[in-house]
């Protein structure tokens, strides 16, 4: 299992470009294992993005995913997910950013917001749903343990 892993899910009858995307890791001591394709395909389309530690079991960090969807017609939505260093059990749990937005030029740097809770008392572990986008709902529902966060996405189309 990944240390942060995102999952994409497209249920929805619209596809999706990948926007801005990107890691933030120590190269040499760890490694984007999973690298989200071009394309998030309409009716059961996955995608993924990840990253793991492969250099030592001791101390690791800090790690981060990010990735960025675009549709036709101008909206995006994405998640931002970061683990700061742990050195053996000590450390801070992970936490993840959302965004959304509507006609900003492709592969802009997004406004991120903390999914929940605030910087002192965030709440890696509660779900998101990004209603602010037509014909879709996003709902993220985040697996969070302290030193993993495992965050599955799943895009479904609404009326």
């Known amino acids: 299992m990944a240390i942060l892993d995102a999952t994409f899910n497209n249920g929805s009858n619209m596809d999706w470009t990948l926007d801005y995307h990107g890691t933030v890791y120590e190269i040499g001591l760890s490694n984007q294992t999973k690298k989200p394709g071009p394309l998030l395909q309409a009716h059961n389309g996955f995608e993924e993005t990840a990253i793991d530690q492969i ?3 001791i101390d690791f960090g800090p790690l981060e995913v990010f990735c960025c ?3 036709s017609a101008g909206y995006r939505f994405g998640v931002r997910l970061h ?4 050195i053996g ?6 936490i993840w950013y959302v965004m959304s937005d509507y006609g900003k030029p492709a ?3 997004p406004d991120w917001v903390l999914s929940a809770g605030s910087v002192n008392d965030p709440q890696p572990g509660q779900p998101y749903v990004w209603n602010n ?3 879709v709902k996003i709902t993220a529902r985040p697996d969070a343990q302290h030193a993993k966060l495992t ?3 799943i895009i479904q189309g609404v009326k």
């Not at 683990?83 to 742990?86: E, I, T």
């Not at 059990?89 to 992970?94: E, F, K, N, R, T």
């Open 83 to 86: 683990v700061g260093l742990h």
């Open 133 to 135: 986008i037509p014909g």
């Open 89 to 94: 059990p000590a450390g801070y749990a992970p």
């Open 107 to 109: 592969g802009s740097q």
């Open 55 to 57: 250099g030592s079991t």
């Open 151 to 153: 965050v599955p996405i």
């Open 69 to 71: 969807w675009r549709n």
